[in-house]
């Protein structure tokens, strides 16, 4: 399930400088390869690059470079341990192998940098790019990568397999710059509202519903409910801060949850905190939850009401006829229900082309539901879970029975 329940502006409004916290590491240990290439070695996995704070422009993943033949080969063995590869005559020369340049020898697939050039001459760093050196037989054809040249300032790739960053400088990057790596923000932001929200999902363990309905959605027009929408923001925020501020992270955590079970998702978790889709006797009285709404819609039912009259049931709400329904007109919507029988869930036509009048209406096994005004859509479902035999309210995990 891909749904978030908060988005980055709501980071922002549980901790204004969330911003400051970018999980940067300082790249450091450069060395000189010549011609204004630079190596830093064992720098761990890099996606975004920053120069003295400023995001560098992405670099071509090396995955999809296409290597093409440049038309001239090796006019030596290349023993492993050489780092000097002769072409042949004048391949030295040839416009598509320059400094900077990425190349692979048809004969073994090893890929190489190309760091200095000198007549026939190729000076190179060996072995990259998940590949390993190998001996050369003389004449292997000599394959150019298209798409990933080091030759300008701040260009930069970075080799996974050998755990190694290359960066073009006209100037040591270990001493006139900081060069640091980090995930681009926004990226990051997003991936912790995404963690949380799955987090929050298996939590709770409950269904979280957007709070649809016209004239029922929250004030602030957020798609969930503030309960989730702001423990979903605190808990993506204590993600962001885990590493930097351990004791601020375990802050903004413990008011989604702790270990006394008083954070917010242990009270929804528990029942003290009802979510809106959820009556007070939860599922005496039924649970909604939708199976399928048209993006245009936004009319959901909104209240329950009765007790079940049967053990169990996963009754069928569908829209029949689609409209508009507003108070104080003539509403064109109407809905079906269908209850189980002995062949199974949701078989028996219960309610028929019912007009959603905006009152309790009957959906059978003694459940009445009330339709918020707004836009339905033919074929709109919803389904009421209910059970009449035993109904748990809240964490002192009384039960009740009806008869």
């Known amino acids: 399930m891909s749904v978030s329940y908060c988005d980055r502006a709501d980071l922002l409004f549980v901790k204004p400088n969330v911003g400051n916290y970018q999980k940067k590491n300082l790249i450091l240990g450069w060395t000189s390869l010549g011609n204004s290439l630079y190596r830093s070695d064992a720098t761990g996995y890099i996606d975004t690059l920053y120069k003295d704070g400023k995001e560098l422009g992405a670099t071509v993943s090396e995955s999809a470079v296409t290597y093409a033949d440049a038309g001239v080969n090796t006019d030596e063995t290349f023993a ?9 005559s004048g391949g030295g020369a040839d416009n598509d192998i320059v400094v900077g340049q990425f190349i692979r020898l048809a004969s073994s697939g090893e890929k190489m940098l190309i760091i200095a050039e000198s007549g026939d001459d190729l000076t190179v760093v060996r072995g990259l790019f998940d590949t390993s050196q190998v001996q050369q037989s003389t004449g292997a054809d000599v394959y150019v990568g298209g798409g990933l040249l ?24 270990e001493t006139t710059m900081n060069v640091e790596s ?99 006797e939860r599922l005496g009285s ?11 819609s936004t009319g959901a039912i909104i209240d329950t009401k009765g007790y079940a009259t049967c053990e169990y049931d996963l009754i069928l709400v569908k829209i029949t006829t689609g409209g508009v329904f507003v108070s104080g007109t003539t509403s064109p919507v109407q809905y079906s229900s269908y209850v189980s029988n002995a062949e199974g869930l949701q078989m028996q036509l219960s309610a028929e082309n019912e007009t959603v009048d905006g009152s309790h209406q009957s959906i059978g096994r003694g459940i009445s539901i009330r339709f918020s005004e707004g836009v339905y859509v033919a074929d709109d479902s919803f389904s009421v879970e209910v059970n009449g035999e035993w109904i748990t309210t809240g964490s002192i995990k009384n039960a009740q029975a009806y008869r």
């Open 286 to 296: 039924g649970v909604v939850s939708i199976i399928s709404q048209d993006t245009s």
């Open 182 to 280: 980090g995930t681009d923000f926004k990226t990051m932001q997003n991936e912790a509202i995404k963690r949380a929200s799955d987090f929050i999902r298996a939590y709770i363990n409950k269904p979280i519903l957007p709070r649809k309905g016209t004239k029922s959605a929250d004030a602030t027009g957020d798609t969930y409910e503030e309960i989730i929408t702001r423990s979903t923001a605190y808990l993506s925020v204590s993600y962001l801060l885990r590493g930097e501020d351990d004791e601020e992270a375990d802050y903004y955590e413990a008011k989604a949850l702790n270990p006394e079970k008083t954070g917010w998702l242990d009270m929804v978790k528990s029942g003290d905190i009802k979510l809106w889709n959820e009556p007070t």
């Open 150 to 173: 080091l030759d300008q300032a701040n260009e930069w790739t970075y080799d996974a397999y050998t755990d190694a960053l290359f960066m073009y400088s006209s100037t040591d990057p």
């Open 80 to 88: 492993v341990g050489d780092t000097t590869l002769t072409l042949e």
